[in-house]
């Protein structure tokens, strides 16, 4: 059987602070954030965007405390204020599969954490 591919870390319901067309790239996230899901700098990373259903594919890079920020091309995709869900994920051999729980984490509207699944 291949490997097939699952949800690894999920921010749930996050806020964006700030978009920045002058970058190159990516998104800013709080580095608490990625620390509690395990999400690492430079991680590919899908982006949802709950408010207009936009989504995109970029890398994640360290943020200051609660910031969610849209960098370069992809500040195009969304706006202050607007919830999104932040998700990475990985490919699993078929004997990893029963075991694999994803980290997933919600926040609130200031981009603290309220529980963790």
């Given at each position: 059987m291949p490997r097939r591919t699952f949800?690894?870390?999920?921010?749930?319901?996050?806020?964006l602070t700030t978009v920045n067309l002058d970058y190159e790239g990516s998104?800013?996230?709080?580095?608490a954030l990625l620390e509690a899901v395990g999400i690492l700098p430079f991680e590919r990373i899908?982006?949802?965007?709950?408010?207009n259903g936009e989504r995109l594919t970029?890398?994640?890079?360290?943020g200051g405390p609660g910031e969610i920020c849209l960098n370069g091309a992809a500040a195009h995709k969304g706006e202050i204020g607007?919830?999104?869900?932040?998700a990475t994920y990985l490919e699993l051999e078929p004997e990893e599969i029963p075991g694999h729980k994803p980290r997933v984490i919600?926040?609130?509207a200031a981009n603290r954490p309220e529980a963790a699944h």
């Open positions: 949800l690894s870390a999920k921010i749930h319901g996050a806020t998104i800013s996230v709080d580095t899908d982006v949802y965007n709950l408010t970029t890398y994640a890079i360290p607007q919830k999104v869900i932040l919600r926040v609130d």
